[in-house]
């Protein structure tokens, strides 16, 4: 979760869901998802999630899919996109993301 405020506190990431594409062999490993490190954050910062580190043992191309799976009452964040290994969003309230 992340938790945002006038002062800098703790961050936990967002859910991060890594799919990979073309998987037809049933010996196939699954990949491992790396969200990053916990960050700090200031309210009204811009966040940078962080799913380059993630790998495929089968050096199969990776996908993401990212979700803002709770956020403050009346917060308007969302992500950048959904799609790419590093995308941003404006943690707008205190609270939670």
């Not at 403050?72 to 707008?92: I, M």
């Amino acid at each position: 979760m992340l938790k945002a405020s006038k002062f800098p506190v703790f961050l936990s990431l967002i859910l991060m869901a890594l799919i990979i594409a073309g998987c037809g062999d049933t010996s196939n490993s699954a990949p491992v998802a790396n969200a990053g490190l916990d960050q700090n954050v200031v309210t009204g910062s811009v966040v940078t999630l962080d799913g380059s580190g993630s790998s495929d043992a089968n050096g199969d191309t990776l996908t993401y899919k990212w979700t803002i799976t709770s956020k403050p009452s009346g917060s308007a964040a969302v992500l950048s996109s959904s799609t790419v290994a590093k995308p941003t969003f404006t943690a707008d309230k205190d609270g939670s993301y």
